[in-house]
């Protein structure tokens, strides 16, 4: 049931969330400046030059921010499962119908500009879920309601990996879970995917014959600690073949990676000797650029790491680079400072809402950022696999600017409404 609404399309708007997305939008753009400086065109609106090109992605993204607060609130809920279904067409279509660039067929290309179909289906799947289980009849807790949620969120992770060879953007979708987690889906789902990455490490790095004694073993002394029946024992021999069917079969997929998936899962958990002049170059230009910058930095447009293009995507996957060399650890702080804020920031608000599906989004919003600033972050310090994945709001582009931008605004506008409905 709702209450009389205020005309104005700013009315209860949160200023502060808005303010800070300005803030992180505007610092990104002065930071692919420095990334991608040219002197013979140093005007920042120069659109034959990147930066020039960002401020098209720029004015363009707060028009369409615009263009979400004019758009009544409840389009979002009555046509969730619409966006969704339109977004999975294109994810289906880009491979054939779109352009190859860097490797990935993820593209379509209009002239200068792209645009990439899998960066928007994080705002489509997010409505999806939440118009799923903001359902008064759906309970995340039960098993089919579970199956079809996951389904959502795998079924375009799926298309997106395999169909379009992104890997960074298909394994995004994982971040979802913790909004599952938080509308009531066992600890135990949580449980089991720590234990099976650990599995996963493990299957890389120890002998396949060695972890199969290792699980035998396990399975064998919990057999100690546990009531002994036909199901209890049933239970256990099940969990074991599993666990060994996970070690094979991570094997089996390492062995038919393509070599340069293989190298960065090498880099990251240290196997062998890297060479830094190959399959560790990224990583390690990363760090230097980031340690080069000390504490205050080297100052805006002097640092040389990324003057003299040592480090690779400068302007996009590692930007951040371009943060600590030139701001130093006070400037990287301040922008991890910043993006924390404002994903709490989105805590804060899901939490005051009263409609459930608005609550639900918001957990999205605040999941898809958090895991982007994480694994973004952890690659250029050599934590996380470098997947290629932007910085939200920082790295170049017009479709992580464009998708971020509708992901953070439905929410904005979803929030302003939420006092006009009752309990």
Sequence with gaps: MRQNKNDSIFYNIDWITVLIYVVLVLMGWANIYAAVYNEEHYIITDISQKYGKQMI??????????IVLIIDESFYTAFAYVIYGVFMVLIIAVPFLGREVKGSRSWFRFGDFGLQPAEFMKFATNLAIAKFLSNQNIKIADYKNTIITLLMLFVPMVIIMKLQNETGLAIVFVAFIFTLYREGLSVNYLLLGFLAAILFILALLV??????????ILCSVSLLFIKRSRTNLFLIAVIGIVACGMVKGTSTIYEHLEPHQKIRIDVLLGRGTVDLKKEGYNVNQAKIAIGSGGFAGKGFLHGTQTKYDFVPEQDTDFIFCTVGEEW???????VIILQLTLIIRIIFMAERQRSPFSRIYGYGVASVLFFHLTINVGMTIGLAPVIGIPLPFFSYGGSSLWSFTLLLFIFIKLDSHRLQILR
């Excluded at 992605?57 to 615009?66: K, S, V």
């Excluded at 130093?328 to 301040?334: E, I, K, M, Q, V």
């Design 328 to 334: 130093g650890f006070l400037g990287s702080s301040l």
């Design 207 to 216: 002998n396949n014959i060695v972890l199969f004694a290792i699980i035998g």
């Design 57 to 66: 992605w720029i004015g363009t993204a707060f028009l369409i921010a615009l």
